[in-house]
């Protein structure tokens, strides 16, 4: 258990003030957590596979990957009214 002078001195370091309400309320919520967090460690885990990467499984509702075309460079620089370079030129339509 950390006690309330770790807290104050913590607070410092971060250039933190706290009041001792303050301190004595978070001492409270880091016990509620602790005892929270052993009821997960009490869990019995012994013939539970390790699981290192949750997306093994094979999704079968995603959508198969449909091939797409593209049209050359050229063929749309060729049909531009107006180019310069590599770019489609348009006229300025904001004033």
């Known amino acids: 258990m950390k006690d309330k002078k770790y807290y104050e001195e913590l607070a410092q370091d971060s250039m933190l003030r706290f009041s001792d309400a303050e301190i004595e309320e978070i001492v409270a919520k880091q016990e509620d957590l602790k005892k929270e ?6 869990i019995d885990t012994t013939n539970v596979k390790p699981l290192f990467y949750p997306y093994d499984d094979i999704h079968s509702y995603l959508r198969e990957d449909e091939e797409t075309t ?25 004033k």
């Open 70 to 94: 593209t049209i050359d460079q050229k063929i749309i620089l060729s049909n531009a009214p107006t180019s310069e370079g590599d770019f489609v030129t348009i006229k300025k339509v904001v």
């Open 37 to 42: 967090f052993e009821k997960v460690l009490k």
